[in-house]
């Protein structure tokens, strides 16, 4: 078989699981989105004192969504080498970590709020954030669970049915919004704290949902803990750790460079921070369909290694980089023909409106490398190589995408958008240095993985 049969014939199951997983994907974004515009309605403060509240919890909640990958990664490879058990216990550990990470996250809200004034923000900024703040923070321990219950249906291709309540979820938090937020049927115009509120109850609804629905799920049977309320199996949870550690420092590397890029943003004023929401929130709406390829080649490379089919690695990757950039193709140049009028969907101010529609002209320019990298390390994490793209994300968002962010900015006076072309700078460093990585790792000369040799030697 040619490898342009082979590269056919795999894309299409790929892009068959990346549909419902970019949907899934979006339906998070389609909530940010909601809050974006119904909270940017108020003004720009409370819409800049969201952006600040917001920033600081992606440290938290992108630490639990990189623990909680290790579900998927534990459970494509369970599911090529029809190990049950082994799927069951990563769920129902990746739950423990989720509500450990999401009570951890309280606390540390709890005690940020004091510091809120020494991170050099606009005063009006701060003084609106706290209630807002705290009543997020809360709703991540719910999030991080609906994740891990998410990974754990979509490793086992059941992606459809966790889309539709998570999307019934997005449709609750819409409606809890503008009750609370404006205050009609009678309830109380809470406004900015309105909007912490839908989002918790909403969350909390989507978690609920989530478990309902996996316990009673006949083809899951096998696959779900008939008992969840055990006692951790500390090694076990180890495990889990020692897979999921690695993503979560890769994805804390690019965000917590991003909360950085965000505070120095915040320095420049009100107009801004409400600019750079805007921008950020269509950009990351936009990032769900790489990332949603990216899962599906998590699981499909990742069961594929565990069922030893090794010459079919290669073929989804390739598949997984055109859809891609083809999808990436379309999403810049709609940014760059209607970048005035997106802007003028979420924000009213000139100002912010003006600086927000440039910000979309980088987002543009940095899509491609924002879709490569990140979909090159999903067929990574499908082979259990978690660590390296950790580091080199480090590396590439510290010491390339925040130092020349700077320069852009401060010395050549470039402002909110220098530091957005710093990011175009690093993301680009980490396509290619993933990509070649992937491709090689790929390769069906390529060792098997410990387990299965280890697998191997104990049947000869």
Not at 76 to 95: D, F, I, N, Y
Not at 283 to 293: D, F, I, K, S
Not at 332 to 340: E, K, L, N, R
Request: proline fraction near 6%.
């Amino acid at each position: 078989m040619t490898f342009f049969s082979q590269l056919t014939r795999e894309s299409r199951p790929t892009l068959s699981l990346a549909f419902p997983l970019i949907a899934g994907q979006l339906s998070y974004m389609l909530t940010a989105l909601a809050d974006t515009v119904m909270i940017g309605r108020l003004g720009v403060t409370p819409l800049a004192s969201a952006t600040f509240a917001n920033t600081l919890l992606y440290l938290p909640l992108m630490f639990g969504i990189g623990l909680t990958l290790a579900v998927s990664i534990q459970v494509s490879q369970a599911r090529g080498a029809k190990e049950p058990p082994v799927a069951r216990s990563a769920l129902r550990h990746g739950m423990i970590i989720a509500i450990a990470v999401g009570l951890l996250t309280v606390i540390g809200a709890g005690l940020a709020v004091p510091v809120f004034p020494w991170l050099r923000q606009p005063p009006d900024v701060v003084a609106a954030a706290p209630g807002y703040f705290l009543l997020v923070a809360v709703s991540l321990a719910p999030a991080m669970g609906a994740m891990v219950i998410k990974n754990h249906a979509d490793a086992m291709n059941r992606p459809w049915p966790p889309l539709f309540i998570l999307l019934a979820g997005v449709a609750v938090n819409v409606f809890l919004n503008w009750l609370f937020i404006f205050g009609n049927w009678g309830c109380p115009a809470w406004g900015l704290e309105g909007a912490g509120l839908a989002t918790l109850l909403a969350r909390a609804l989507t978690l609920i949902g989530l478990i309902a629905w996996s316990r009673f799920d006949g083809k899951l049977r096998e696959w779900v803990p008939a008992r969840w309320l055990q006692r951790p199996d500390w090694t076990e949870l180890r495990k889990l750790w020692s897979l999921g550690w690695p993503s979560s420092l890769q994805l804390l590397a690019e965000i917590s460079s991003f909360v950085v890029a965000t505070l120095i943003i915040g320095t420049l004023g009100e107009a801004a921070l409400a600019s750079h929401q805007v921008a950020i929130t269509c950009a990351a709406t936009v990032y769900m369909v790489p990332v949603g390829l990216s899962q599906a080649l998590t699981v499909r490379i990742g069961e594929a290694y565990g069922a030893r089919r090794f010459d079919s690695l290669r073929p989804v990757l390739t598949g997984g980089w055109l859809m891609g950039g083809l999808f990436t193709c379309f999403s810049a140049s709609a940014f760059v023909i209607f970048h005035q009028q997106i802007a003028g969907l979420f924000i009213e101010d000139p100002a912010a409106q003006a600086t927000a529609a440039a910000l979309l002209i980088v987002a543009a320019a940095f899509q491609f490398s924002d879709a490569m990298q990140i979909i090159s390390v999903g067929a990574l994490r499908g082979l259990g190589e978690v660590r390296f793209p950790a580091w080199l994300s480090f590396l590439a968002c510290w010491f390339i995408s925040i130092p020349a962010g700077w320069v852009f900015a401060y010395p050549l006076g470039h402002g909110v958008t220098g530091v957005w072309w710093g990011f175009t700078l690093g993301l680009t460093t980490m396509a290619l240095t993933f990509g070649s990585k992937a491709w090689r790792k790929t390769s069906p000369l390529q060792p098997r993985p410990p387990y299965l040799a280890a697998a191997e030697q104990a049947q000869a």
